[in-house]
């Protein structure tokens, strides 16, 4: 998302990236990563703090249940120019596929 070559280290267990889960736009653009850490976002903050400096289009902010469940919470890391200002999953989901009431079922005819 930024252009610069800061890879994804493949650690999925521990830290911020515990548990994690990528986002795109029904255009396929990438547009946030979720994760559900059980640490303190204060062990990661600066590391999230250093992305979001590198590209002004990054933000992220942590805080209520994670999906994974087992007292996990959730971070978000998100591209603002795509989602706005989302502050969780649900957000997103909404932000990228419309809210779940504009979701067409299988069967619709309107």
Same mark, same amino acid.
């Given at each position: 998302?930024? =252009?610069?070559?800061?890879? !994804?280290?493949?650690? *999925?267990?521990?830290? !911020?990236?515990?548990?994690?889960?990528? @986002?795109?736009?029904?255009? #396929?653009?990438?547009?946030?990563?979720?994760?559900?850490?059980?640490?303190?976002?204060?062990? &990661?903050?600066? #590391?999230?703090? &250093? &992305?979001?400096?590198?590209?002004?289009?990054?933000? @992220?902010?942590? =805080?209520?249940?994670? @999906?994974? =469940? &087992? *007292?996990?919470?959730?971070?978000?890391?998100?591209?603002?120019?795509?989602?706005?200002?989302? #502050?969780?999953?649900?957000?997103?989901?909404?932000?990228?596929?419309?809210?779940?009431?504009?979701?067409?079922?299988?069967?619709?005819?309107?």
């Amino acid at each position: 998302m930024t =252009g610069a070559r800061l890879c !994804w280290d493949g650690d *999925s267990h521990g830290g !911020w990236r515990d548990h994690p889960m990528a @986002w795109t736009t029904t255009e #396929e653009q990438p547009a946030a990563l979720t994760s559900a850490p059980y640490g303190s976002p204060k062990a &990661f903050a600066a #590391e999230l703090d &250093f &992305f979001t400096l590198l590209d002004d289009r990054l933000a @992220w902010a942590s =805080g209520g249940a994670g @999906w994974y =469940g &087992f *007292s996990a919470h959730q971070v978000l890391v998100r591209r603002r120019d795509l989602l706005g200002d989302v #502050e969780t999953a649900d957000g997103i989901r909404d932000a990228v596929h419309g809210s779940p009431g504009d979701v067409a079922r299988p069967g619709d005819t309107t």
